[in-house]
């Protein structure tokens, strides 16, 4: 157990909707990483929060965004759903912003039909 | 831009044995981290080791080992005493500063 925390395990949810994954960072982690694992593109980066702010942006739609709390728990939000979008969406956590090992969480199943 | 290659997609190896997975980088930089993680079939990322780039010595991690050769950009995985356990996907990344970069992943099976 990583000690991060991801809700829902699974989602399945039609093309057009919108979704909103949540992720809870360990304890004394101020960074939290949002990554995308498909079939077909591998794992990717999609965004950083730190503190609050965002740090970095990789390979994130439009359609996606995210945002971290007061409590430093973070929510991904992806809308305008596509079948394309069907994927495990990890969330990992970090102490600080740059070099520190990152942990991952159990990660969201999300499959839209 | 930092690529990271792993070259077998598939590996098997008996139990006991000994297996080496293989990876390499590109990177212009000097300071950096590379990590190995596992998938198992439960899909959790599970950090298995890590290594700083500043570092000559390689990581160690119980049955787990790297040979990092820095000029040559690779980083392998040995892994020694093979168990049944360690069945899954590993994957290869490299980290500097916020980004980290994975490669395609190595599919390990152990036999009995």
């Known amino acids: 157990d990583s000690g991060v925390t991801q809700t829902p395990k699974h989602l399945i949810t039609a093309t057009g909707q919108r979704v909103t994954l949540r992720c809870s960072p360990r304890s004394g982690d101020l960074s939290v990483y949002w990554y995308q694992q498909s079939l077909d593109q591998g794992l990717q980066f999609l965004i950083q929060y730190y503190n609050g702010e965002e740090r970095a942006k990789g390979n994130i739609l439009e359609r996606f965004s995210a945002q971290q709390f007061p409590d430093l728990h973070s929510e991904l939000n992806l809308s305008s759903l596509e079948l394309g979008d069907s994927a495990l969406y990890f969330c990992a956590s970090s102490v600080g912003t740059q070099l520190d090992t990152q942990y991952f969480g159990p990660g969201t199943r999300l499959t839209v039909l | 831009a930092q690529t990271v290659t792993q070259s077998q997609p598939e590996m098997s190896v008996q139990e006991a044995e000994t297996v080496t997975l293989s990876c390499t980088y590109d990177t212009s930089e000097n300071n950096y981290y590379l990590f190995w993680y596992k998938q198992p079939p439960s899909r959790q990322m599970i950090l298995v080791i890590r290594q700083e780039a500043y570092k000559q010595q390689n990581a160690t991690e119980n049955r787990f080992s790297v040979n990092f050769q820095k000029a040559a950009k690779s980083f392998s995985l040995k892994i020694s005493d093979s168990q049944l356990g360690d069945t899954a996907m590993y994957f290869c990344?490299?980290?500097?500063?916020?980004?980290?970069?994975f490669g395609a992943g190595t599919r390990l099976t152990v036999k009995p």
């Open positions: 990344a490299f980290m500097m500063h916020h980004d980290m970069r």
